[in-house]
């Protein structure tokens, strides 16, 4: 099955830096990668996601990137605020069946005023 | 609010009994996917229902939890004889349809069994 990887599990920054989370899959028939935003003591928010027919996709402040053939994609934060404090999951699926997602462990993003 | 229910938010139960957990998906939604989340981990699949029907239980102990979707009313997970190791969050997420990827995630039920 699919294995997600996700690095680093904790990032500290100061306000206004930028923020870049990895993940890396292991099925290369995985096509859809989603982001998600938990803050403490709720669900996850998808923020962004990114299919394999693209490269890249920015929503302002929030980027994602995808390199098919490294089998890894990336979320970058700009101009980082307090209240993007919270924990960032990466998943993957892939067609087929339930389309379920494979999410990885997760990265805790502090960012310091 | 036309987002995820889950109800309760927190529950509390003593070793032995019985869970219940509710989730109302989106307005719209016929699709819920039930999951589980361990301190400092990711999230892990247990099952995917829908209307009165399991389409995908890879991920679902084989014993003591079921899940249910009838054709009214909320998807139910329930934990029977619960054990310590069952305390965690469990979150619902649902979709418009199966072959859509966006899901949508509830604010989750955290169980803590005593």
């Known amino acids: 099955g699919e294995n997600v990887e996700q690095h680093p599990s904790t990032l500290s920054v100061q306000e206004g830096d930028s923020a870049v989370i990895k993940c890396t899959y292991s099925d290369s028939a995985s096509n859809y990668f989603p982001w998600y935003k938990q803050e403490l003591g709720k669900g996850p928010q998808l923020i962004i996601d990114i299919r394999s027919n693209v490269g890249e996709k920015k929503d302002q402040r929030i980027a994602v990137t995808l390199n098919k053939t490294a089998k890894h994609f990336s979320l970058h934060i700009t101009e980082t605020q307090p209240e993007d404090s919270a924990v960032y999951f990466c998943a993957a699926s892939k067609p087929g069946g339930s389309y379920i997602p494979t999410f990885g462990r997760g990265t805790s993003l502090i960012v310091h005023p | 609010n036309a987002g995820v229910m889950q109800n309760p938010r927190h529950l509390v139960r003593r070793r032995g009994q019985e869970a219940r957990l509710r989730c109302s998906p989106m307005?719209?939604?016929?699709?819920v996917y039930w999951y589980r989340q361990l301190p400092e981990e990711g999230l892990k699949f247990m099952v995917y229902l829908q209307k009165e029907n399991i389409i995908d239980e890879s991920g679902m102990p084989k014993e003591r939890f079921s899940a249910e979707f009838p054709k009214e009313g909320p998807s139910i997970l329930r934990i029977q004889q619960v054990v310590r190791g069952d305390s965690a969050a469990y979150f619902c997420?649902?979709?418009?349809?199966?072959?859509?990827?966006?899901?949508?995630f509830g604010p989750g039920t955290r169980l803590t069994v005593t």
């Open positions: 997420a649902s979709s418009a349809s199966g072959g859509s990827y966006e899901q949508y």
């Open positions: 307005k719209g939604h016929s699709h």
